[in-house]
C-alpha cells in the first residue's frame, strides 16, 4: 500500500475556502481531514474528536514539549495545535491528509516536514474578494478592508506555496486540488520505489 | 488567455505509450501532438504533416544552423528532430503540447527549456513489460531480452524526469497524465502573474 501524503490547503477569508472542502471530501473515503486540538471551551453542538480534540492548556503545553504538534498558534487567547498523531495514523494508513491552516501554520508545518504540499486558495481577483466578504452580510465595512490587506500581505509570503488554486468556480477549484494531489503520488520519489521491487 | 506548456512523454518499447496517447487525445481540442521532421521517405500512407514533416538532409541541417530544432537525432542512418515553430505556435494559441521522444531527446529539451515538464511513463514489473513486448509478437527472443535490458538501463537515467505514471491500466494512465498537466498549470509563476493584473 502506497503512503499518504499531507497537504496544506491555506486561503485568505471570504475566497471560499469551506465550500471547496466541502466539495472536495463528497465520497472520498481516501481522505482524512486534520482536526485541530485546541484549549478554547467547545461551543454549544460542538463534539470532541470531531470539531477539535478540546484539550486543558496543561496537556496542549505537555504536547508542545514532547514535540507532539506539527504547528500551534495562539489566538485570542486560545491555543489551536495540529496533532501529529492522527496525520501520521491517517498516512500509514493509506491515506491523503487535508490541513486547513494558515500561512504561519504552513511555514511551520513545513519547517519540520519540507514534503508537505502546499496549495493555496486565491480569489479570482481582489473586487471579488471584497464582494465575496460583503454578501457574507457577517462584517462591518472596517473590518472588510481589514481582511483584504491582510489578505493582501497573506499573498506577498505566498511564494512558500506550491500551488496556486484560483476559486472562480468551486467544480473548477475541486477538480485542481484533486488533479494536484493525483500528481504529487506520480513524483520519482514514490514511484521509483515500486519499480525498484 | 493562458499560454501551453509543453509535455514530454517517455517510456520504454512496450510500455504501452501508443496506446495512451491515443486515449490521453480523445476529444481534446487543447492538445496539441508535436509532429517530427525527419529525413526519411515516406512509407506508404503516410502523409506529409499529419506522420512526419518529410524534408530532405539539407533542410534538416539548415534548420540545426538555424536552431530551429527543440532536438534532433539520428536514428538507422536518417534524422528526425522537433521543429520549434509549431510547438510555439500551439503553446502560444494557448495549447498544450505533447512531445512523444526518447530519453536522449527528452535530454536536449530540458536544456534548452528547462521548463518544460517530463513525464516517463513505466510498466508496473519488469515481469509485466516482459510480457507485454511477447504478446506483440513482434519481436525475437534475443530482441525482447536487448529491449528489457535498454529499458532498465533508460530508468536508471529517468530521474530527471518530473513524472512517473506506471501503466497498470490505460484509464488511469491517462487520468494521471491529465492530473499532471492540470496541475502544472497551477504553478505559482503562471498563477501569480493573473493575481498581479
Redesign the interface.
Known amino acids: 500500500m502506497t503512503k499518504g501524503k499531507t497537504f496544506i490547503i491555506s486561503g485568505p477569508s471570504g475566497v471560499g475556502k469551506s465550500t471547496v472542502l466541502k466539495e472536495l471530501f463528497k465520497g472520498r473515503e481516501d481522505l482524512y481531514f486534520s482536526i485541530s486540538a485546541t484549549t478554547r471551551a467547545p461551543r454549544e453542538g460542538e463534539q470532541d474528536g470531531v470539531h477539535y480534540h478540546f484539550i486543558d492548556v496543561q496537556h496542549f503545553q505537555e504536547l508542545i514539549e514532547a514535540d507532539a504538534f506539527l504547528e500551534y498558534a495562539e489566538y485570542v487567547g486560545n491555543f489551536y495545535g495540529t496533532p501529529k498523531k492522527y496525520v501520521d495514523q491517517a498516512m500509514n494508513a493509506g491515506k491523503d491528509v487535508i490541513l486547513d491552516i494558515e500561512v504561519q501554520g504552513a511555514l511551520q508545518v513545513c519547517n519540520k516536514r519540507p514534503e508537505t504540499v502546499r496549495?493555496f486558495i486565491?480569489p479570482p481577483?481582489w473586487d471579488e474578494l471584497e464582494r465575496r466578504l460583503k454578501s457574507r452580510g457577517t462584517d462591518s465595512e472596517e473590518k472588510i478592508q481589514k481582511r483584504l490587506v491582510r489578505a493582501k500581505a497573506e499573498?506577498q509570503t505566498?511564494?512558500v506555496?506550491?500551488?496556486?488554486?484560483?476559486n472562480d468556480s468551486v467544480e473548477q477549484a475541486v477538480?485542481?486540488i484533486?488533479?494536484?494531489m493525483?500528481?504529487?503520488h506520480?513524483?520519482?520519489a514514490e514511484?521509483?520505489k515500486?519499480?525498484s521491487e
Open positions: 496549495i486565491a481577483s499573498l505566498a511564494d506555496y506550491d500551488y496556486f488554486v484560483i477538480r485542481e484533486s488533479a494536484i493525483l500528481a504529487e506520480c513524483k520519482p514511484r521509483m515500486i519499480l
